[in-house]
């Protein structure tokens, strides 16, 4: 599976996988900065809580002496209190009178600065500051005021400042791995989303590249409902385009076929004595020329650009068959199609009927008592033969029997163009005629034609 680039902004999907991967990492960084924060908080707010127990524990258990030292009842030097250089201390404070927390020994904590809060003096609820410990300890720090017998103490209790920022740095230990493995599967998920998006647009560039190869005439229904419009657009423009070339070339080609027969008559009109310095014939040719290349053009474009013909063969001989029975009913002759079912030729109906009815009409008016046509596959061209039991040709004139205007035999009508013009329209799609004595007798004409892939 090729995967876009992220940088390949020139197509939809690394466009789409480019805009999401960086949206998904800046969504997972701003997440895990918020998540971080939130941890901070949590374990900020539990040591506050923590260290305003302690203080109110002091509070409930001091008493001023009469000399104002302070005193306390019972013993609050619980763990983490009770660890010596712990951090983890507490202090009450009045003048110089001073009694602190066993893990304090004989150090002491400097009154911290604290920010001026009007809420928090009115309430009497402890104030967060920063400072340290005598010993350049970094500490954090919960203050509170409460009166002991009409005498204003200061009660404090801190904390080591690891205590807030150890347990948030091991929650982005875990946190920064998780992150990543999330981010991993939100980048393969991304990845296998916009290809199942854009799967549909590519099964439609591959119709497109199916109807410009000749492989198929029509897009198949959308997979999803916002392509209907689109398929349902360019089927419709495909229609009508086919219906244009189809009328043009039509058009163009009868006025080419118009022209072939007058312009053959003419040359063949013209001899060394009419025409001594042949200029009147070299016109003739060059007009032969053109009508035969603009008829080629004509033929090219409609059979090719995606918009290859489907004709199917065997009811067109049956069709001719009949007419040609019915014209030459007097001959009496048996007629058998052999040509198989269901096989389809890349030429327009026209030009089907055109050359087999050239070559069929041939052979009746030469058959003795029976015309058989055949048809095969060989690779990619289906073979038509077309025998009759006449007369035949003779080896040395097959190749003069196609030939413009020649009439081998001047006792049987016609002007001696069907088997030249079958033969130049085969040409122009790809295929050949070819004539040769039957075994037995008679005339075999075989006509390969180009076959038309299986369209959907």
């Not at 198949?220 to 398929?231: G, Y």
């Not at 008016?365 to 073979?383: D, F, H, N």
Request: glycine letters at 10%.
């Amino acid at each position: 599976m090729r995967v876009p680039l992220l940088s390949s902004r020139r197509t939809i999907a690394g466009r789409l996988i480019a805009f999401s991967v960086l949206y998904a990492a800046a969504a997972l960084l701003i997440a895990s900065l918020v998540l971080w924060f939130i941890v901070a908080a949590v374990v900020r707010e539990q040591v506050d809580q923590r260290l305003d127990m302690q203080i109110d524990a002091v509070k409930s258990a001091l008493s001023v002496n009469a000399d104002g030292s302070l005193a306390l009842a019972g013993n609050l030097d619980g763990p983490p209190f009770d660890r010596l250089g712990s951090g983890w201390y507490w202090q009450a404070r009045v003048g110089e009178h001073r009694i602190a927390s066993r893990s304090l020994a004989d150090g002491s904590v400097s009154d911290p600065p604290r920010p001026f809060d009007w809420r928090r003096i009115l309430t009497g609820d402890p104030q967060p500051a920063e400072g340290s410990s005598d010993r350049g300890q970094a500490l954090h720090f919960r203050v509170g005021q409460v009166f002991v017998g009409g005498v204003s103490v200061e009660v404090l209790a801190a904390a080591p400042r690891h205590a807030l920022t150890a347990p948030a740095l091991r929650a982005l230990s875990y946190l920064i791995p998780a992150m990543v493995v999330l981010g991993c599967c939100l980048v393969v998920g991304i990845v296998l989303q916009v290809r199942y998006g854009l799967a549909p647009l590519r099964t439609l560039s591959g119709q497109l590249s199916e109807i410009s190869a000749g492989r198929r005439r029509d897009l198949s229904p959308a997979e999803v409902e916002d392509l209907d419009p689109v398929v349902n657009d360019i089927n419709r423009l495909l229609d009508d385009n086919r219906a244009r070339l189809q009328e043009t070339r039509l058009q163009f080609a009868n006025l080419a076929h118009g022209l072939k027969t007058p312009v053959a008559s003419l040359y063949l009109a013209l001899d060394d004595k009419n025409d001594p310095g042949r200029e009147a014939r070299q016109l003739v040719e060059r007009i032969d020329r053109k009508i035969r290349h603009h008829l080629g053009s004509a033929r090219a474009v409609a059979a090719g650009g995606g918009l290859g013909f489907e004709t199917e063969v065997r009811p067109r001989v049956n069709d001719l068959l009949q007419v040609m029975s019915a014209i030459y009913v007097d001959r009496k002759l048996a007629v058998a199609n052999g040509v198989i079912d269901d096989v389809v030729v890349n030429c327009s109906p026209e030009d089907v009927d055109e050359v087999m009815g050239a070559i069929i009409d041939n052979a009746f008016k030469w058959a003795a008592t029976s015309i058989v046509v055949k048809g095969v596959r060989e690779g990619k061209m289906l073979l038509l033969t077309v025998e009759d039991d006449g007369p035949g040709i003779d080896a040395g004139r097959l190749a003069e029997a196609v030939s413009p205007g020649v009439r081998l035999d001047e006792t049987v009508p016609g002007h001696g163009f069907g088997l030249s013009i079958a033969q130049e329209l085969v040409g122009l799609f790809g295929g050949k005629l070819h004539l040769k004595q039957r075994e037995g007798g008679g005339l075999a004409a075989t006509v390969a034609f180009p076959l038309s892939i299986t369209l959907p």
